[in-house]
């Protein structure tokens, strides 16, 4: 039995070896690794970046990983990522091998760690990145990444390369960043927001990513009109509008209440809806019981008089909203399906938030059938 044992463990510390030189043979073969982190906005900007540097001659490839895990490769194709059981942080080592495999020069990619021993991990053990980019630090994932906005900065910047090159627009707690990068010989930058830039996107996205593509060599023209055209992520922000006239806005996908409340007021400012009725639909999942907390305190500020909760902990969600707010019309729908949005008419437009996860992407797939694409 123990030479059974000793023989298991050498086959796998053997295993790990190969894996390590077969990293190494990956990342050497690409000319930069663009490693994209932060709370909120990473799937947009790694792939306005992609977009950015495809106004070049260079091969690039990318991956997100926000609804959907997508691999996108040099030709613009977008391959969905398919997984074998949970989520596993090696998931990085296949996208390397398989940029290598497309010839690709660049690989942009999205952190997909949440934990800061595997955000290190990814980062320093595989991936290797030389450019590093933090789009945000907001208030999410507080039970694994710290309970103050401090600590979620310190545990963001385990993605920070080292001897390379940083990104950001995170005024506030650039100073942890900028510390970080000291340690470890990397050259930072904040990037300012050019408050000139179209508004295809979010302001602060757009000027990350163009700031990003200049230090690759990228013209800024070319690569902002390249940007205009890139494709969202699926399930990302957007605005559907029914037949009988009522909105439905898709922010499911937004992690946390800080963003939450940055989308609903870029909306009212751009949209001028002040005119209309909102209803507050909340999709929550089991391990995100946190998140809904944090939402429903939300729903105070923008005088929602309808809340609509679906999902998991609805009945726990339900409780403490009356509890809160016992002047508003509540209700629980158990199934996607009993949503009432034929109800909806002109005045009304329902802001989802919460999780894609559980029932958003059935949600969505419901709202695209009945709705027609707004914005």
């Known amino acids: 039995m123990e030479y059974l044992i000793i023989l298991i463990t050498v086959i796998y510390i053997f295993k790990l070896l190969i894996e390590k030189y077969y990293v190494k043979i990956y990342r050497s073969k690409l000319k930069h690794v663009i490693y994209v982190n932060g709370t909120r906005g990473k799937s947009t900007v790694t792939r306005l970046i992609y977009a950015g540097l495809k106004a070049s001659d260079l091969r690039c490839s990318a991956k997100t990983t926000g609804t959907v895990p997508i691999y996108i490769d040099p030709e613009g194709i977008e391959h969905s990522i398919k997984r074998k059981g949970r989520t596993n942080i090696k998931e990085q080592i296949q996208i390397l091998k398989r940029a290598n495999e497309d010839n690709s020069e660049v690989l942009v990619i999205e952190c997909m760690a949440i934990t800061p021993e595997l955000q290190y991990v990814s980062q320093h053990k595989m991936l290797k990145s030389d ?4 789009t945000n630090v907001r208030m999410d994932h507080s039970d694994v990444m710290g309970n103050t906005l401090t600590k979620i900065a310190y545990s963001l910047s385990n993605t920070i390369p080292s001897q390379g090159t940083l ?4 005024n506030k707690y650039y100073f942890i960043f900028d510390k970080i990068c000291d340690k470890l010989d990397t050259v930072s ?3 300012d927001v ?3 830039l179209p508004d295809f996107d979010f302001k602060d996205n757009i000027s990350l990513a ?4 200049e230090y690759c060599g990228i013209n800024r023209e070319n690569a902002l009109i390249s940007m205009k055209d890139f494709i969202r992520d699926p399930y990302s922000l957007s605005i559907y ?3 009988n006239g009522g909105l439905f806005v898709n922010g499911l996908s937004i992690n946390d209440v800080d963003s939450t409340e940055i989308v609903y007021n870029y909306i009212m400012d751009r949209y001028k809806f002040n005119d209309k009725e909102f209803i507050i639909l909340i999709n929550n999942r089991v391990d995100r019981g946190y998140r809904a907390r944090l939402l429903i305190d939300f729903i105070g500020k923008i005088g929602a008089s309808r809340v609509w909760i679906s999902g998991d902990n609805r009945y726990y969600a339900y409780m403490y909203l009356k509890k809160m707010y016992p002047k508003k019309n509540i209700e629980i729908f158990r199934n996607i399906k009993d949503i009432p949005f034929k109800s909806l008419g002109y005045s009304d437009i329902v802001f989802a938030i919460g999780n894609i996860g559980k029932n958003g992407i059935e949600l969505m797939d419901r709202v695209s059938r009945e ?3 707004f914005v």
Do not use: H
Not at 210 to 213: E, P, W
């Open 131 to 134: 450019i590093g980019v933090i």
């Open 167 to 170: 990104f950001t627009t995170e």
């Open 210 to 213: 163009l700031a990003v593509c």
């Open 241 to 243: 509008k029914f037949e």
């Open 194 to 196: 050019d408050n000139s």
């Open 371 to 373: 709705g027609e694409l």
């Open 189 to 191: 930058y904040l990037v």
